[in-house]
């Protein structure tokens, strides 16, 4: 799944960064 950067999240996520 692909989060956005205007999603509140609390990892600093980029365009094309995941979490995982």
Same mark, same amino acid.
């Given at each position: 799944?692909?989060?956005? +950067? +205007?999603?509140?999240?609390?990892? &600093? =996520?980029? =365009? =094309?960064? =995941? &979490? +995982?």
């Amino acid at each position: 799944m692909h989060f956005l +950067t +205007t999603q509140a999240v609390p990892w &600093p =996520s980029r =365009s =094309s960064e =995941s &979490p +995982t």
